[in-house]
């Protein structure tokens, strides 16, 4: 069973960037793609980003374009989700996925993410 742990969250300010990290365990990291997901309190789950098994497809939810930017790196089995310009909105817990299949869906959703990280509480403050 793949485990996934995400890092980097904190309480930063309107207008501040944050890296988060997403480090996998195993040896079959490179094979499925990878998402982000985020749950506010008292919210259904949502996706954030997602990118392909060798990087070169990625998602975004249209809530994020052009702030946020998903990537990863195959040799260290990490995903990475580097956020600017948040905003009080962004504030919520946030999940990496693996999903079960190399390729990202037109609409990722968490029905098709097997496995889950703990997530990590990004807040931030007008």
């Known amino acids: 069973q793949v485990q996934l742990v995400e890092s980097g969250g904190g309480l930063v300010q309107a207008g501040d960037s944050l890296r988060l990290s997403c480090a996998a365990s195993?040896?079959?990291?490179?094979?499925?793609?990878m998402a982000w997901f985020r749950q506010a309190p008292g919210k259904e789950r949502e996706f954030v980003a997602a990118?392909?098994?060798?990087?070169?497809?990625?998602s975004y939810a249209e809530s994020v374009k052009g702030r946020f930017t998903v990537s990863r790196d195959n040799a260290k089995n990490t995903v990475y989700l580097q956020m600017n310009g948040l905003e009080p909105v962004d504030t919520a817990v946030y999940y990496c996925?693996?999903?079960?299949?190399?390729?990202?869906?037109?609409?990722?959703?968490?029905?098709?993410?097997?496995?889950w990280g703990q997530g990590t509480q990004v807040t931030v403050s007008t």
């Open positions: 990118i392909s098994r060798t990087g070169g497809v990625t």
């Open positions: 996925a693996r999903a079960m299949a190399a390729w990202i869906s037109e609409r990722p959703n968490p029905g098709e993410y097997a496995n």
């Open positions: 195993g040896r079959t990291f490179s094979l499925y793609a």
